[in-house]
């Protein structure tokens, strides 16, 4: 049974870093395309980060530049890096993965994997 959980979230004043982890189980990781989403109350979920198996990235145009997505094959855990945060990154944020795409996506609907979420709170 594959299972991600998302661990990191927390409330941090604009401008402050936080680091996003996902633990994920119950499939071979390194094969996977692997995402971050965020959705705030109210909004549909967007895309934030993708990374392909051959580490390929690919950013919103939101985070582009603050954010970094990579992953620890060996630890079987995925990150996202989030500096310079704005109030408008609030939201929760979920990791998604998804068996045998060779591409990155910010596609919510390409992910057949999902987390339960961690919440991010930027406060200006």
């Known amino acids: 049974q594959v299972q991600l959980v998302e661990s990191g979230g927390g409330s941090v004043q604009a401008g402050g870093s936080l680091r996003l982890s996902c633990a994920h189980s119950g499939y071979t990781y390194s094969r996977h395309l692997m995402g971050w989403f965020r959705q705030a109350p109210g909004e549909e979920r967007e895309g934030v980060a993708s990374?392909?198996?051959?580490?390929?990235?690919v950013y919103a145009h939101s985070v582009k530049g603050r954010f970094t997505i990579s992953k620890d094959d060996a630890k079987n855990i995925l990150y996202l890096q989030m500096n310079s945060l704005k109030p408008e990154d609030t939201a929760m944020y979920f990791c998604?993965?998804?068996?045998?795409?060779?591409?990155?996506?910010?596609?919510?609907?390409?992910?057949?994997?999902w987390g339960q979420g961690t919440q991010v709170t930027v406060s200006s």
């Open positions: 998604a993965a998804d068996p045998g795409r060779p591409y990155t996506s910010l596609v919510q609907y390409d992910y057949k994997y």
């Open positions: 990374i392909a198996s051959d580490g390929s990235t």
